[in-house]
């Protein structure tokens, strides 16, 4: 009788955790871009169509782009079930998009040594000059803090640090954001969180959920090939990749009419590069400096100033690959990438371009001074003159070494009117 009873709680007990709602559960580490934003909304849809419980967005993030971040939101706020931010693992942040992104979870969480906070907004692209330049900066901010306000006030968190976190940057380590009421708790690792969420009531829109975590399956959702080929086109170490094997390509087709290779490799780069330029902060006076170097080396290789253009090509170019993504900066380029490239792409034009054009210009024997030096065949004795055929014709030649017989195989040396003057091919 024991062992029946035994047997039918296991069995209870086993139905009730296989029942139990799953936890999804997606890592964001790097700047918050399409691809992540597309990535986040997927998984969530995911888990609402799955049944699951609620969706724990791990994150390390330095901030990223306005678009992709209040999309994030505007799903974290929409979702049918709880969304949990955990900014992990120790010595994280959530700082700039990442501090919106965790303010407006249902439930923000922190692990030990992270920190959050640093939202003020940067201009993409540079602020314009001029008398309306702080006004437009004013209007930017604003927004931005009456945006992070609505947040704290909607997720009951504190509105004072969060405008402050827009206005004067202020950040805070987890502790202190625990204290100061900006976050619900501080869990070392995901299995602590889990077992502090346990039990914990949440009430979204009206709807009030209750969290079973303990125990619960975790099921982690990676990206899918798209979302991390796009996050690859947001990495601007790639953009400008792209960039320069647009240029060479595009500008060693010119060169060389007909390659076709270099043309098609290049036009394919340069449709990705603007794809990534959409997606980045380009800054536009970066590329024209880019643009303007390439130019002068151009010129060097046409119309040679002993270096003079070369010169100023190459400090051209190097400028405007350091300023190109520089407004924000987790956009930076690797300055090693940028000091390599510069380097070849100087050696590039001086070398390979300088080989196409000069192919181009070189004087080319055409008509009959183009026979001058070919192998012919003898198709009737030479004593001293006969036919030889050659290049698909026949010529009347002359020999000037003596006889030779119909078969033989002579090389032209020279014309005298129509008539090639030719000698015996000497035998290896």
């Keep these: 009788m024991k062992r029946k009873?035994?047997?039918?709680?296991?069995?209870?007990?086993?139905?009730?955790?296989?029942?139990?709602?799953?936890?999804?559960?997606?890592?964001?580490?790097?700047?918050?871009?399409?691809?992540?934003?597309?990535?986040?909304?997927?998984?969530?849809?995911?888990?609402?169509?799955?049944?699951?419980?609620?969706?724990?967005?791990?994150?390390?993030?330095?901030?990223?782009?306005?678009?992709?971040?209040?999309?994030?939101?505007?799903?974290?706020?929409?979702?049918?079930?709880?969304?949990?931010?955990?900014?992990?693992?120790?010595?994280?942040?959530?700082?700039?998009?990442?501090?919106?992104?965790?303010?407006?979870?249902?439930?923000?969480?922190?692990?030990?040594?992270?920190?959050?906070?640093?939202?003020?907004?940067?201009?993409?692209?540079?602020?314009?000059?001029?008398?309306?330049?702080?006004?437009?900066?004013?209007?930017?901010?604003?927004?931005?803090?009456?945006?992070?306000?609505?947040?704290?006030?909607?997720?009951?968190?504190?509105?004072?640090?969060?405008?402050?976190?827009?206005?004067?940057?202020?950040?805070?380590?987890?502790?202190?954001?625990?204290?100061?009421?900006?976050?619900?708790?501080i869990a070392n690792d995901l299995q602590d969180l889990l077992n502090k969420l346990d039990g914990k009531e949440i009430n979204k829109d009206g709807v009030t959920y209750v969290l079973h975590t303990k125990g619960a399956p975790v099921s982690q959702q990676e990206m899918n090939w798209r979302e991390k080929f796009l996050q690859l086109l947001s990495d601007p170490n790639f953009s400008y990749l792209l960039l320069l094997l647009a240029t060479y390509g595009i500008i060693f087709e010119l060169s060389n009419p007909g390659a076709i290779l270099p043309g098609v490799i290049g036009a394919m780069a340069l449709i990705l590069a603007l794809y990534s330029f959409a997606v980045l902060p380009v800054n536009w006076a970066g590329l024209a400096l880019m643009g303007l170097g390439i130019g002068f080396l151009i010129a060097e290789v046409k119309a040679p100033t002993h270096g003079l253009l070369g010169i100023a090509g190459g400090i051209s170019f190097l400028i405007g690959s350091i300023m190109l993504f520089e407004?924000?900066?987790?956009?930076?380029?690797?300055?090693?990438?940028?000091?390599?490239?510069?380097?070849?792409?100087?050696?590039?034009?001086?070398?390979?371009?300088?080989?196409?054009?000069?192919?181009?210009?070189?004087?080319?024997?055409?008509?009959?001074?183009?026979?001058?030096?070919?192998?012919?065949?003898?198709?009737?004795?030479?004593?001293?003159?006969?036919?030889?055929?050659?290049?698909?014709?026949?010529?009347?030649?002359?020999s000037i070494s003596g006889p030779i017989e119909k078969g033989s195989k002579v090389r032209i040396v020279a014309m005298k009117g129509l008539t090639l003057q030719v000698e015996k091919e000497k035998e290896v």
């Design 5 to 185: 009873i035994l047997y039918i709680f296991l069995m209870l007990f086993g139905c009730l955790a296989f029942s139990q709602q799953p936890i999804y559960l997606l890592k964001i580490e790097g700047a918050i871009t399409p691809s992540v934003s597309r990535y986040t909304i997927r998984v969530i849809n995911e888990a609402v169509a799955n049944r699951a419980q609620a969706v724990i967005i791990e994150m390390d993030t330095p901030g990223g782009l306005d678009k992709s971040m209040r999309e994030i939101i505007q799903k974290e706020l929409s979702a049918p079930i709880p969304v949990i931010v955990f900014v992990y693992p120790p010595g994280a942040r959530a700082a700039s998009a990442g501090a919106y992104i965790t303010i407006a979870a249902d439930i923000a969480a922190m692990a030990p040594g992270t920190n959050i906070g640093a939202a003020t907004p940067v201009q993409l692209g540079g602020m314009p000059e001029g008398e309306g330049s702080g006004t437009m900066e004013r209007k930017i901010v604003n927004d931005a803090a009456a945006f992070m306000k609505s947040l704290a006030q909607k997720k009951h968190r504190n509105v004072q640090w969060a405008e402050e976190a827009v206005r004067k940057a202020r950040s805070s380590s987890a502790e202190e954001a625990l204290k100061l009421g900006v976050i619900d708790l």
């Design 327 to 398: 407004d924000v900066k987790y956009q930076k380029i690797s300055l090693s990438l940028i000091v390599s490239m510069t380097v070849f792409t100087i050696l590039f034009f001086l070398f390979v371009i300088t080989a196409g054009i000069k192919a181009q210009f070189r004087a080319k024997a055409v008509g009959k001074e183009a026979l001058v030096g070919k192998v012919a065949e003898v198709r009737s004795d030479l004593n001293p003159t006969g036919i030889v055929f050659v290049e698909g014709e026949l010529w009347k030649a002359e």
